[in-house]
């Protein structure tokens, strides 16, 4: 039996079903440069409690 390509193995992979933990890739989606609060988080969580308050 002839041994199989590293692209043969990835394609026999994905039909089985197998998946492998990448750790080292770069989160997708957009880069998160922002820490602290966003105007819509503060706002939320003035509306919970306000919400909260009035129960």
Do not use: W
């Not at 197998?18 to 969580?45: L, M, W």
């Amino acid at each position: 039996m002839k041994r199989l390509t590293s692209k043969e193995m990835q394609k026999l992979e994905r039909q089985m079903g197998i998946s492998k933990a990448v750790h080292d890739r770069p989160p997708v989606g957009r880069p998160c440069v922002f820490y602290g609060k966003t105007n819509k988080q503060s706002r939320r969580e003035g509306r919970m409690i306000a919400k909260y308050y009035n129960d």
